[in-house]
């Protein structure tokens, strides 16, 4: 991945000269080594506003460009179950840049990708399935009384550590039942 260079003001100004003075629009960014778009831009920015200046910008400049925050969104795509540790030294590899563990948090949640559990679903065969289905008929019209004598197993893991050690997968909002994120 390449990071944009910005021009410098004087050839900015060099473009806008030659362009007033009748040269194409093809021939300027030629002659500069840039795309069509960017003399484009310096030329309508000219006619609006007599200046090529770059105009100021508040705010922290950004650590990764909109073509990199594509890139670890789509490989958080394809691998759901990624760290973001992996994903940092992915784009390292990729771009030859350190960036912050933090940074790759922020990029996947404007991407809305969230760091959730997977789903766990059991497949049952069909004696399975029957069987629950037919102990579900039975109990249909209990009571809340005789409910009240139910004893549920609980399966909650407690732990004392920071880490559960638990998977967890990248997801969109409102998708926790796709196939994509059951296990």
Same mark, same amino acid.
């Given at each position: 991945?390449?990071?944009? *260079?910005r021009l410098p003001d004087s050839l900015r100004w060099r473009a806008v000269?030659? =362009?007033? =003075?009748?040269? %194409?629009? !093809?021939? !300027?960014?030629?002659?500069?080594?840039? %795309?069509? %778009?960017?003399?484009?831009?310096?030329?309508?920015?000219?006619?609006?506003?007599?200046?090529?200046?770059?105009?100021?910008?508040?705010?922290?400049?950004?650590? /990764? /460009?909109? $073509?990199?925050?594509?890139?670890? +969104?789509?490989?958080?795509?394809?691998?759901?179950? &990624? /760290? @973001?540790?992996q994903l940092v030294a992915d784009h390292f590899v990729a771009s030859w840049?350190?960036?912050? $563990? &933090?940074?790759?948090?922020?990029?996947?949640?404007? $991407?809305?990708?969230? $760091?959730?559990?997977? @789903? =766990?679903?059991?497949?049952?065969?069909?004696?399975?399935?029957? !069987?629950?289905?037919?102990? +579900?008929?039975?109990? @249909?019209?209990?009571?809340? #009384? #005789?409910?009240?004598?139910?004893?549920? &197993?609980? @399966?909650?893991?407690? /732990?004392?550590? *920071?880490?559960?050690g638990r998977l967890l997968i990248w997801r969109e909002q409102r998708t926790?039942?796709?196939? *994509?994120? &059951?296990?």
């Amino acid at each position: 991945m390449s990071r944009r *260079s910005r021009l410098p003001d004087s050839l900015r100004w060099r473009a806008v000269g030659w =362009m007033g =003075m009748g040269l %194409s629009q !093809a021939d !300027a960014p030629r002659r500069l080594n840039v %795309s069509r %778009s960017v003399v484009q831009r310096f030329w309508d920015q000219y006619q609006s506003e007599d200046s090529v200046s770059r105009r100021h910008v508040s705010g922290r400049p950004r650590v /990764t /460009t909109p $073509a990199e925050d594509r890139f670890l +969104a789509l490989s958080t795509r394809r691998r759901r179950s &990624t /760290t @973001v540790p992996q994903l940092v030294a992915d784009h390292f590899v990729a771009s030859w840049r350190r960036i912050p $563990a &933090t940074t790759v948090r922020r990029c996947l949640h404007n $991407a809305c990708l969230y $760091a959730r559990r997977p @789903v =766990m679903c059991v497949p049952l065969n069909e004696r399975q399935r029957r !069987a629950c289905f037919c102990w +579900a008929r039975e109990h @249909v019209s209990w009571t809340r #009384q #005789q409910w009240a004598s139910v004893l549920y &197993t609980d @399966v909650s893991r407690f /732990t004392l550590e *920071s880490d559960s050690g638990r998977l967890l997968i990248w997801r969109e909002q409102r998708t926790r039942y796709q196939q *994509s994120n &059951t296990l």
